[in-house]
């Protein structure tokens, strides 16, 4: 079993920056998507920002060209870095992340791309942006 531990919420001014970090926990199964998503209280979850296995990304309109995702594949991590914050921004964020519980690496899964994913979420953190 794997599970997505996150990191680096809390609350900063508008223009301010955070960065959210998430690790898949162990080494038993390679994450092959990363994503971030957020929701408010009452809203839909919304995509912010993913990163696939080859380092391809796709952010939302919102955010794009202040936030940056990154991954490490070794270390099966994810890093979302977020520059100038705004109130918009506050939202509890989520990891989310695929892999494949028969195909444990990534390069088996690349080698068999109709390798069923299993998906798996985080906790969820908090970001707070005032004023």
């Known amino acids: 079993q794997v599970q997505l531990v996150e990191s680096g919420g809390g609350s900063v001014e508008t223009g301010g920056s955070l960065r959210l970090s998430c690790a898949a926990s162990?080494?038993?199964?390679?994450?092959?998507?990363f994503g971030w998503y957020r929701q408010a209280p009452g809203k839909q979850r919304e995509l912010v920002a993913s990163?696939?296995?080859?380092?391809?990304?796709n952010y939302a309109k919102s955010v794009k060209g202040r936030f940056t995702i990154s991954r490490d594949n070794a270390k099966n991590t994810m890093l979302l870095q977020m520059n100038n914050l705004n109130p918009e921004d506050t939202d509890s964020y989520y990891c989310?992340?695929?892999?494949?519980?028969?195909?444990?690496?990534?390069?088996?899964?690349?080698?068999?791309?109709?390798?069923?994913?299993?998906?798996?979420w985080g906790q969820g953190t908090l970001v707070t942006v005032f004023h």
């Open positions: 989310h992340g695929e892999y494949s519980a028969g195909r444990p690496r990534l390069c088996a899964i690349r080698a068999h791309p109709d390798t069923t994913l299993l998906e798996i």
């Open positions: 990163t696939s296995d080859n380092g391809r990304t």
């Open positions: 162990g080494s038993a199964f390679d994450i092959i998507s």
